[in-house]
């Protein structure tokens, strides 16, 4: 069987948080997980990384249920385990500690047939920094409007 390719993006994460650092990690997860995240069943939209007993914990990540496992599926919204190493975790751990910061992930992607998690330390942003953003983003638009819409002269 032809692997599947599959990369589902957290769009809310890079409006809502600077992200300062980023790291892969591995994610344990059922077979009938597998299946529905390679059919792009998932919704990244409030999860969040949970440090626990020496751990990282992903949590509120909605990966649906997939309708061929029958009554062994899964449930939609259980916590999911990151797979780092120890050292890895414990940095992760005090970084998270420290004042305003947060684990998000940001992206759940395939390499070499095992699922991945591309997870952040960030920030989050303030109202005026979305607003911020926003609007160096209209400026952007406007200015490639008027550069494609400019006839090229002497040549």
Known sequence: MANTRFNIQNRKA????????TIEA???LTGSE???IRAGK???????????????????IHIARYD??????H?????????????????????SVEKGYTLIPL?????????????ALARGKKLYDK???????????????VIKSRPVRGR
């Not at 061929?68 to 599926?73: K, P, Q």
Request: charged share 35%; hydrophobic share 35%; glycine share 4%.
């Open 131 to 145: 607003r911020e953003a926003i609007s160096e983003r209209e400026t952007r638009r406007t200015l490639d409007r």
């Open 26 to 28: 591995g994610i344990a």
């Open 75 to 95: 449930d939609p919204l259980r916590p999911r385990r990151l797979l780092l190493h120890r050292k890895q975790i414990r940095e992760l751990t005090q970084k």
């Open 42 to 60: 998932v919704s990244m939209g409030d999860a969040y990384v949970k440090p626990e007993k020496g751990e990282l914990w992903l949590l509120n």
């Open 34 to 36: 597998i299946k529905s």
């Open 68 to 73: 061929a496992a029958s009554y062994l599926g």
């Open 14 to 21: 890079f409006h809502d948080y600077h992200i300062i650092e």
């Open 107 to 119: 992206r759940l992607y395939n390499k070499e047939s095992r699922a991945k998690l591309e997870i």
